[in-house]
């Protein structure tokens, strides 16, 4: 009679050895899998604490931008007015003449309402207006001016970008008549304002001298109203690629 204590056979020992050798190689599967989904799940984690961080940042900045928003009509509308105009034809003409920046100035003035929003906005990102980052992604937009512009500025920035782009606004609306000034701002008879403040008045006399006044004038009444649609098209473009720039800059 066999033993019933004894061990199985030869054959039977060796189909236990494989199976537990093939539990094994499937622990070892699962746990490989185990392990990889920890670690691909980790990023996804950071990815949706990053989104939601910037959706909140989003929240605290687009207040500022949208009161930038808001001060575009007005500010177009100023821009936009005969006097607005004929001031800012001149200034460009009279700075390709003697290489100076009145007109850049002017707008800056004129555009700083906008400007003061966006640079609240970015701060809320942590992000500088006239750092290489910004004016990297800016570039990437298309919203660099540096070869488009009429004036190179020194300094990169929102600001740049806004002036840079009004002045080639302006510039392509009202290309005749700033080039009507421009024959008189290159001659002697520019000599009166060229240094001084410029009242509108001088404006008229300097432009007269060259029989150009009247036909300035029926021309900037004809563009007056074709320029406030472009200036405003031109500011909140750049209100929106700033946002953008912005949160790229962020998330790099």
Known sequence: MKNNSQTGSPQESKTQHKGWKFFFLI???V???????QLDSKPKILKQQERRR??????????YFNQARKEVPKIAKTLSSKKAMMKLCWLIAKDKATGKHQAEEY???HIKPIVSNCEQAASVYGVRLNSKEFAKVMKETGSDYLKASVYPLGSLGIEAVMIRSTLASVSRICGSVIARMSTCAVGGSAAAVADGPLPIGDIFAVVLTVGGTAWSIYDLHQL??????DLENTLLNSIDNCRYACREVYMK
């Open 107 to 109: 707008l800056a003035k």
């Open 54 to 63: 910037l959706e909140e940042l989003d929240r605290k900045a687009d207040p």
């Open 31 to 37: 746990l490989a899998a185990v392990g990889w989904f």
């Open 27 to 29: 622990l070892a599967v």
């Open 224 to 229: 007056s109203k074709q320029l406030p649609k």
